[in-house]
């Protein structure tokens, strides 16, 4: 057995039952997520019509076809070989099998696709049954039954894997529409097989959890994208202050039964990433890491503040040794609108009216030639990019006094003015590749985390080696997709199977 190998959605599923009030047919919701979710999956997909169908529906099928990059096959009862045969000659007659997904099929029909090698799926009209149903005991059934267009992933997957056999492992994967899409885009989710046998399937809040994890080996989350509250004013641990979706809640509990079910990685491990005090702290650690190296490597000298009008914070800057100018960041990192708001202080008194988030950390600001090293630790393998970055502090000054030297508040999500005539090339030899990968194994164990990212600066006068920020399960986009997702299939897999190396190398 090969499993699914291609699948054809007809129109009776796809298309919205009558018109818009314009007149104009439109695609269900439902089906829409199911043609989102299947374009990079590795399957051929195409949409099937007959030929009774209205020009402007037709028309709307072949667009969506289109956008895509789908199939168009048009299906006649009366010719199901030719309908096989264009479909086959199409995507190849090779192993696996084929799936028709329709809104209802009569017998004889369903007889023929079946002689012919194909599947049926058909999607059951409100107030049937509520079970997804397989009409033959066999292993390989040739008539489903579903309830909702948003189970057809987990059906895929569920066939590839009793076809692939118990080598193959299935990642559930839970994040927001737009990162799906930069990690889907790659490659990196295939409903079909990898060559190191991992099968990726979408998690949706649409369906039941526990109904899904089911058929999961692993889960793949970026939870952050479902907080909705972080409370700091709260003495208790983090994990207690973050207010998730219901639908991460039901997550989190059903993994909280079920601790046989893989996360890659743990809740309780993100916790720190979401704390910008926690990370300052934890980075207090590379100390340990300087003593064979000629370099340095730490974190930014940083204060918390909770309330930017105490009396005595210019006191409390000197002590912390920061001097001017500082960057202040919100304490929660990131899940919440006003993580990334962030200011440049030029002048002490400014404080007292800064419109920065509270409580805050102050960061000492690294002059650092306009470069930031960005890496990324996915599994045993690191990789890095070199990005413009901000510029100096004179730089900065220059900039504010246009201001009458006012904080320059931004968004750490859109970029801030860089140095263009910076030659990246000569960055690249001031870094100090083996202290930087001691630094990443050593995050890698204290932190505990599969895939994450940090960032350095090279502090001009001194060459300290400044980790500035750290983050879990970055798009590391700057890596080539032929080098990045292989192996981040492989850090899932070793995740999954328990055989993870305990040292990361960097890639050059």
């Keep these: 057995m090969c499993g699914v190998k291609g699948i054809v959605l007809d129109a009776s599923i796809l298309l919205k039952a009558g018109d818009d009030e314009n007149g104009s047919p439109s695609l269900r919701l439902d089906a829409v997520y199911v043609l989102r979710k299947l374009r990079y999956s590795n399957i051929f997909t195409g949409i099937s019509y007959g030929l009774d169908l209205s020009a402007p529906k037709v028309r709307l099928l072949q667009e969506s076809a289109r956008l895509y990059s789908y199939n168009c096959f048009v299906f006649r009862p009366s010719a199901i070989d030719s309908f096989v045969s264009e479909v086959s000659l199409e995507w190849g007659d090779n192993t696996g099998s084929y799936m028709h997904v329709v809104s209802s099929y009569k017998d004889e029909e369903i007889a023929q696709m079946i002689s012919s090698g194909w599947l049926i799926t058909v999607l059951r009209s409100p107030g049937k049954a509520s079970d997804v149903e397989y009409s033959t005991g066999t292993e390989n059934p040739s008539k489903i039954f579903i309830n909702k267009l948003e189970e057809l992933p987990l059906i895929i997957c569920h066939l590839n894997k009793k076809a692939m056999g118990k080598d193959v492992k299935t990642v559930g994967y839970l994040m927001k529409p737009s990162r799906e899409e930069d990690f889907a885009k790659r490659g990196a989710f295939p409903i079909k097989p990898t060559p190191n046998g991992l099968i990726f399937v979408p998690l949706t809040y649409a369906l039941p959890i526990s109904q899904q994890l089911q058929e999961i080996d692993g889960v793949l989350h970026k939870a952050?994208?479902?907080?909705?509250?972080?409370?700091?004013?709260?003495?208790?641990?983090?994990?207690?202050?973050?207010?998730?979706?219901?639908?991460?809640?039901?997550?989190?509990?059903y993994i909280g039964c079920h601790p046989d079910c893989c996360v890659i990685d743990p809740f309780t491990n993100i916790y720190p990433v979401l704390d910008r005090l926690k990370i300052q702290q934890i980075l207090g650690g590379l100390e340990n890491l300087n003593s064979k190296s000629c370099s340095k490597i730490r974190g930014p000298h940083f204060l918390k503040v909770v309330d930017f009008r105490e009396p005595k914070l210019e006191d409390k800057l000197v002590d912390a040794k920061l001097s001017l100018p500082n960057i202040v960041k919100p304490q929660v990192a990131c899940g919440v609108a006003d993580a990334h708001s962030m200011a440049i202080v030029f002048k002490a008194d400014s404080y007292k009216d800064l419109n920065v988030p509270l409580p805050a950390i102050v960061q000492e600001y690294v002059d650092h030639s306009s470069t930031m090293f960005k890496f990324y630790v996915v599994g045993k393998k690191i990789f890095f990019a070199i990005k413009k970055s901000?510029?100096?502090?004179?730089?900065?000054?220059?900039?504010?006094?246009?201001?009458?030297?006012?904080?320059?508040?931004?968004?750490?999500?859109?970029?801030?003015?860089?140095?263009?005539?910076?030659?990246?090339?000569?960055?690249?030899?001031?870094?100090?590749?083996?202290?930087?990968?001691d630094a990443a194994n050593w995050l890698r164990r204290v932190l505990d985390l599969t895939i994450f990212g940090f960032d350095v600066?090279?502090?001009?006068?001194?060459?300290?080696h400044v980790i500035v920020d750290v983050n879990y399960l970055p798009s590391f986009k700057e890596v080539p997709d032929e080098v990045a997702i292989p192996t981040f299939w492989e850090a899932i897999k070793e995740k999954l199977t328990g055989k993870q190396s305990t040292e990361a190398a960097i890639l050059l």
């Design 224 to 253: 952050t994208d479902d907080i909705i509250t972080v409370e700091m004013s709260s003495s208790s641990d983090f994990e207690n202050k973050v207010t998730y979706t219901e639908g991460m809640q039901e997550l989190q509990r």
């Design 457 to 464: 600066v090279i502090q001009e006068s001194t060459g300290d």
């Design 390 to 437: 901000t510029p100096n502090a004179d730089t900065l000054i220059k900039l504010a006094e246009e201001k009458e030297l006012k904080p320059l508040l931004f968004d750490s999500l859109n970029s801030l003015p860089v140095d263009k005539q910076k030659s990246q090339n000569e960055d690249n030899t001031r870094i100090d590749h083996e202290l930087v990968t």
